[in-house]
């Protein structure tokens, strides 16, 4: 310990500010030479040998845990003069050791060595489990929890664990209700930053997950893979009380509702109740008069994303609902159905709604 510290201060004087740290200096390897072959002093309670007089008497500082020096900003000792010295820089703000490639400062030239693997590339602790390199030792060791299965941060609510700590300050939040997280187009919160990013999505209009199956796109993931069931017609739960299958289980959790006849969700302003915690959300808007989907053409603002869906047909000149009888084509489903009334007169019984096969229904 005491030779390396000895060897630090040496790296400290010759390693100046701005010049990268080196792996094994001629400095380091003069002084390491010297050091090790004059050791005349030993200690009573270990063994170790060191060079001078003073050195054992700082190295007796491990076994008598005295720190004599006090830092006045924070009160924390150091059992070494020339570690306050480096701690000095946190209080300052001083970081005299300077990555050339990025800009970047450190407070000890070995805080720049190791930052330096980022910009080499250099990865040399790998998990022997799965393979996967890392360039810190620290980064290695909280990837090995994924193996493990340890969850070392626990919380103090109920009891949760997680691996991570930031996954835990995240899920605080489920019990200080904290959302940190505000869309700057609708006010509404999120405990996620990933929630939020997810959001945003609904007012810029964005849809960057496509199905390989038909022209539609969507705004995450999970919409896109429950889209897809569409196509396979996969629809593995089955109601026991109807036999009316889904392919998604929380549907199926949903339309059991219908059987019991529970309305769990109920609006205080006009105490109509429902099913479902989305349909109560909708209703809300009939009374906030919020509207929060905005179209990105012209800023108009609807109360539910079905009338913006609709609405921006308008703007792209989408025309997929189509009357068999005259071929006229319509942006809006309910048009159509208006329109074929003079059909209607014309011929009873003779027409019938048909759609583009890009919308509508037939």
């Not at 300077?98 to 060595?113: A, E, M, N, V, W």
């Not at 036999?243 to 219908?258: M, P």
């Not at 108009?300 to 921006?312: D, S, V």
């Not at 208006?338 to 011929?347: F, L």
Request: aromatic share 6%; charged share 25%.
């Amino acid at each position: 310990m005491e030779e390396s510290e000895e060897l630090s201060e040496v790296e400290e004087e010759h390693v100046q500010p701005g010049e990268k740290p080196l792996r094994r200096s001629k400095t380091k390897n003069t002084f390491l030479k010297k050091t090790r072959a004059k050791k005349s002093f030993t200690c009573t309670q270990c063994g170790k040998s060191l060079t001078t007089k003073q050195w054992m008497e700082r190295h007796m500082r491990v076994h008598t845990g005295e720190k004599p020096f006090t830092c006045d900003q924070c009160g924390r000792s150091f059992a070494m003069k020339h570690n306050l010295q480096i701690h000095m820089r946190v209080h300052t703000g001083e970081k005299p050791f300077t990555c050339d490639q990025c800009g970047r400062g450190f407070i000890q030239p070995s805080g720049l060595k190791e930052h330096m693997k980022i910009h080499t590339g250099e990865k040399p602790f790998t998990c022997d489990e799965c393979g996967r390199s890392f360039t810190f030792k620290n980064r290695l060791e909280r990837h090995m929890r994924i193996h493990t299965g340890e969850k070392p941060f626990p919380c103090d609510q109920c009891g949760s664990s997680f691996a991570y700590k930031h996954h835990l300050e995240v899920h605080m939040r489920v019990h200080t209700e904290e959302k940190p997280n505000t869309c700057d187009q609708c006010g509404k919160s999120f405990r996620q930053s990933a929630h939020l990013k997810f959001h945003m999505s609904i007012h810029t209009g964005q849809k960057p997950y496509p199905c390989d199956q038909c022209s539609k796109t969507f705004i995450g993931p999970a919409n896109l893979r429950k889209h897809l069931t569409v196509h396979t017609k996969e629809k593995p739960h089955s109601c026991s009380v109807c036999g009316k299958r889904f392919s998604l289980l929380h549907h199926l959790h949903s339309h059991q509702k219908i059987h019991t006849g529970v309305r769990e969700y109920m609006c205080f302003e006009c105490e109509k109740a429902f099913t479902l915690a989305k349909h109560l959300k909708q209703h809300q808007v009939i009374h906030t008069g919020e509207k929060p989907f905005k179209c990105s053409h012209c800023y108009k603002g609807f109360n539910q994303p079905a009338n913006l869906n609709r609405h921006e047909k308008v703007h792209s000149k989408e025309k997929p609902h189509t009357c068999d009888q005259c071929g006229q084509s319509f942006t809006i489903k309910s048009h159509l159905k208006k329109h074929m009334k003079i059909h209607a007169v014309e011929k009873p019984h003779h027409h019938s709604l048909r759609s583009r096969p890009d919308g509508g229904t037939k």
